[in-house]
């Protein structure tokens, strides 16, 4: 499967954005689907995975209540619209697709795929 990230820009902080996440290759039916995000000079972190039936997602702890993960099937494509947005959630998000099992999709190594990333800039 190849990906390609897009929707990243930047906002002021309390603002939102949406990313979309659009798949070729294969139907996202067959990932799990995660968006992650790398700051400068940090590790790539995990934000939001959702399951390859759609039905479960899970979220880190500092995104809850404002970030949401969802899929348009017939797109094939992922999304994470992100509202109230601060300047910690600056960073360059990524999308990820993996099959292996829901217990590890928090890990990155657990996804084979990446897209390219789409720069999130959150100013104060």
């Known amino acids: 499967v190849q990906l390609q990230a897009s929707g990243g820009g930047l906002v002021q902080a309390g603002g939102s954005l949406r990313l979309s996440c659009a798949a070729s290759g294969r139907s996202i039916r067959s990932y799990g689907m995660a968006w992650f995000r790398q700051a400068p000079g940090t590790e790539r972190e995990f934000v939001t995975v ?5 039905g479960n997602t899970y979220y880190t702890d500092s995104v809850k209540g404002r970030f949401t993960v969802s899929r348009d099937i017939a797109k094939n494509t992922v999304y994470l619209q992100m509202n109230s947005l601060q300047p910690e959630d600056t960073a360059v998000y990524y999308c990820a697709a993996s099959n292996v099992v ?3 999709l928090r890990d990155k190594n657990a996804y084979a795929y990446w897209g390219q990333g789409t720069q999130v800039t959150v100013s104060s």
Do not use: A, E, H, P
């Open 50 to 54: 959702i399951s390859r039936s759609g």
């Open 102 to 104: 829901w217990s590890s």
